[in-house]
C-alpha cells in the first residue's frame, strides 16, 4: 500500500518472529513512521542472525544525555562529540548531517497534539459551562415562578424576606449538591476516555485520575451559583411591589397592525412576567442558538483541518513530487530532457546543510530553480532575494527570539565561517523524516555555499507538474532516466498536522453535544407552552380562534425564535471557530487559515429558523 504499483512484493527468507510487547518510540509519537513505514524494535542477536539474508538499514546512533543540563544544542557544537563521530568511520562522518532531535521532535509533536486537545477541550468546557449556567438560571426562574404562592403564604405568617428567601434557596440547594455529586462521579468514570488521539498512545494506561482539589472548586463555585442566584431573585422579587409588577406586565408590546394569532404568538414569545404561565423562551432561544453556534463552529474547524491536510503546499511541499535520485546528485544527462519537458513547469534543487543560528543548530535550505517556479512555502513576510537576507521557520524565530525584520548570526557547523543577515519572512521549511517544517532556515545558494561545505550538501530534486499531466506515463519515462518514485516521493500528511486533527473530532463532538441540547431546549420550550398556556388557549378557542389560528400562534413562536436563535448564533460560531482554530494552530507553524464551509453554514442557519417551525 506504502509503494503503490512500484512494491517489489517480499521475496526474502521468511524469519519467525515472536510478538513480546508493544513498543512506544520517540519516531512513532512524532508521526515519522506515517512516511518511513512500519517499525519495531529487535534485539542485536537478530541483526547477527539475518545479516546475510535481510537487507538492513545503515545503523544509527541512538544519544541519551546523561547531563540533563546538557541540551541537544551543545551537544551538536561540541568539538569533541563532532570530532568523535567525524573521525569513525563507521558512521561515515555523517553525524552532521544526519543528525535530528528525536526526542525534541516527539516532545514537540506531542505538546501540539496535548495542546490541540487541551484548548478544544477548553472550549468545550466554557460552552459547557455557559450552556449549563443559562439551562440552570432558567430552572431557577421557573422554580420561582411556581413558588410565589407558597411565598406569599410565608410572608402572610411573619417571616422576614431574608428568611424568606432563604426558606425558598434550601431545597435548590440541595438540588444542586445532588447534581454536582452526580456530575462528579460521572466525570471520574469519565477519565479513563481521555485522552485520546496522540495523547493516548504515549499514555498508554491512563487509568482513572481523580483531583480532589479541581472537583472541589466545581462543586462549591456550582454550588453558590445556584443557591446565590435562587437567593438574589427572591429577594428581588419580594421587595418589588406588586404595582410595578403590574406595570411591568402592562409594558409586554402589542404586536402593530399584525393578524390577530400573529400578534397572540409574538406576545406570547416576548411576555416577560416570570410567571409559572410564561413561554420560557429565553431558555428556548439560547438553547438554539447554542446548538446553532457550535455546529457552526464544529463544520468550520472540521473544514479547517481537512483543508489544512488536503493542501500539501501549506505545510511545506509546494511541488508535484520529490523523486529518488538513483545517484550521488542529479548530472546534467539526468537534468537536461527534465527542464525541456513541456509537460513539467517547474525543476528544482533543493539544498540543505546544517547551520548555526543564535547559537541552535538547525538546517538551512537553499533553492536552486532550473526552470519555471519552484521555491519553498513562506507563510508570512517574504522569501529572501538577497545574500544578506533570511527566512525563519516558526520554531526557528521563537528559539532566537526575534521577528521579522532583526538581523540574526548564522554560523557555520564548522564555527570558521559567520555572517549577519536580516529576517524578511517566516517560512513553512521542507519537512524530512522528523516529520517538522517549523524548524530551519532559507537562504539563497550563494549564502548556503558560503557558510557550509558544498561536499556535504543534501540534494533534493523537485518536480511541479503541469496541471492535467498523465502523472503515470511521466513516471515511467523518468524512471528511465534513473528517479525513483514511491509513496515518499509524494506529500504525506505530516505527524505534526495530523495530530491537529484531534480538534476536528472534538469540534465535532462539541457541535453534536449542543445540538442535542438544542434540541431538548425546544422540545421544552413547546411542552411547557402547551401546559402553561393551555388556559390561554382556551380562552381564544372560546374567543372565535380556529385550529389554524391556533396552529399559527405556535408557528409564529417557533419562526421568531428560529430567526433569534439563528442571528445570534451563527455569528457568535463564525466567532469562536476562528479563536479555536487559531489557539490549535498557533505555534504548528504552517499556513494556517480557517475555511469555511459557506453553503454548510447557510444550510445550518436555514435549518434553524426551519427547525422550531416543523
Known amino acids: 500500500a506504502l509503494y503503490s504499483d512500484t512494491f517489489p512484493g517480499l521475496n526474502g527468507p521468511e524469519v519467525g518472529l515472536e510478538v513480546v510487547g508493544i513498543a512506544r518510540s520517540a519516531q512513532g509519537v512524532s508521526g515519522v513512521y506515517e512516511r518511513d513505514s512500519v517499525g519495531g524494535i529487535g534485539s542485536s542477536r537478530l541483526v547477527e542472525q539475518t545479516r546475510d539474508e535481510a537487507l538492513w538499514w545503515p545503523p544509527s546512533v541512538e544519544v541519551h544525555l546523561s547531563d540533563p543540563q546538557l541540551t541537544y544544542e551543545e551537544l551538536l557544537t561540541d568539538p569533541e562529540v563532532r570530532a568523535l563521530f567525524a573521525d569513525n568511520a563507521t558512521f561515515g562522518g555523517t553525524f552532521v548531517g544526519g543528525t535530528a532531535d528525536v526526542r525534541g521532535a516527539a516532545l514537540g509533536s506531542t505538546r501540539t497534539a496535548s495542546e490541540s486537545m487541551a484548548n478544544g477541550l477548553l472550549v468545550f468546557v466554557a460552552g459547557a459551562a455557559l450552556a449549563g449556567m443559562v439551562a440552570i438560571g432558567q430552572s431557577v426562574v421557573r422554580h420561582l415562578g411556581g413558588g410565589r404562592g407558597d411565598r406569599q403564604t410565608l410572608r402572610a405568617i411573619g417571616l422576614s424576606r431574608s428568611h424568606t428567601a432563604l426558606a425558598t434557596t434550601v431545597p435548590v440547594f440541595l438540588a444542586s449538591l445532588a447534581g454536582v455529586t452526580v456530575g462528579g462521579a460521572g466525570a471520574i468514570a469519565a477519565s479513563r476516555l481521555l485522552p485520546t488521539g496522540l495523547v493516548r498512545l504515549i499514555e498508554v494506561d491512563p487509568g482513572v485520575w481523580v483531583r480532589p482539589e479541581l472537583l472541589l472548586v466545581v462543586a462549591l463555585g456550582t454550588m453558590a451559583y445556584v443557591g446565590g442566584l435562587c437567593f438574589l431573585l427572591t429577594q428581588r422579587e419580594l421587595n418589588r411591589s406588586p404595582a410595578s409588577r403590574h406595570a411591568r406586565q402592562r409594558r409586554a408590546p402589542a404586536a402593530l397592525r399584525q393578524p390577530p394569532a400573529v400578534a397572540t404568538g409574538i406576545r406570547m414569545v416576548v411576555d416577560r412576567r416570570g410567571d409559572a404561565r410564561t413561554l420560557p423562551i429565553r431558555t428556548g432561544s439560547l438553547g438554539l442558538a447554542l446548538a446553532i453556534a457550535s455546529l457552526t463552529a464544529g463544520l468550520v474547524l472540521a473544514s479547517s483541518v481537512d483543508e489544512l491536510r488536503r493542501a500539501p503546499e501549506r505545510w511545506g511541499w509546494a511541488w508535484s513530487t520529490n523523486p529518488t535520485v538513483m545517484a550521488a546528485e542529479p548530472t546534467e544527462d539526468m537534468l537536461q530532457p527534465i527542464v525541456t519537458d513541456e509537460r513539467i513547469v517547474g525543476v528544482g534543487l533543493s539544498l540543505a546543510n546544517g547551520v548555526v543560528v543564535e547559537g541552535s543548530p538547525t538546517t538551512a535550505f537553499a533553492m536552486d530553480v532550473l526552470t519555471g517556479d519552484v521555491d519553498f512555502t513562506i507563510a508570512e513576510g517574504r522569501a529572501p532575494v538577497a545574500a544578506g537576507e533570511v527566512a525563519l521557520g516558526a520554531r526557528t524565530l521563537r528559539r532566537a527570539d526575534v521577528s521579522i525584520g532583526d538581523v540574526v548570526e548564522l554560523v557555520g557547523l564548522d564555527a570558521e565561517t559567520s555572517r549577519t543577515a536580516t529576517v524578511v519572512g517566516l517560512a513553512v521549511v521542507p519537512y524530512d523524516t522528523s516529520g517538522t517544517f517549523d524548524d530551519g532556515v532559507v537562504v539563497l545558494p550563494e549564502m548556503l555555499f558560503e557558510l557550509t561545505d558544498e561536499s556535504t550538501t543534501r ?76 388556559g390561554d388557549l382556551a380562552t381564544l378557542r372560546a374567543l372565535g380562534f380556529v385550529r389554524r389560528q391556533v396552529q399559527t400562534v405556535f408557528l409564529t413562536q417557533g419562526a421568531l425564535l428560529g430567526v433569534i436563535a439563528t442571528l445570534v448564533g451563527v ?44
Open 459 to 534: 540534494f533534493d530534486l523537485l518536480l511541479t507538474y503541469r496541471p492535467g499531466v498523465d502523472v503515470a506515463g511521466l513516471e515511467r519515462e523518468l524512471t528511465d532516466l534513473g528517479l525513483h518514485f514511491d509513496a515518499f516521493t509524494r506529500p504525506l500528511v505530516p505527524g505534526s498536522v495530523d495530530n491537529v486533527s484531534v480538534a476536528r473530532q472534538i469540534g465535532l463532538g462539541l457541535a453534536g453535544f449542543f445540538v442535542v441540547l438544542g434540541v431538548v431546549a425546544v422540545a421544552h420550550t413547546f411542552v411547557a407552552t402547551g401546559r402553561r398556556r393551555s
Open 571 to 614: 455569528p457568535i460560531g463564525l466567532l469562536v471557530a476562528r479563536l479555536a482554530w487559531r489557539a490549535v494552530t498557533d505555534d504548528l507553524g504552517a499556513v494556517v487559515t480557517s475555511s469555511v464551509p459557506w453553503p454548510t453554514v447557510g444550510l445550518t442557519a436555514l435549518s434553524g429558523v426551519v427547525a422550531p417551525v416543523i
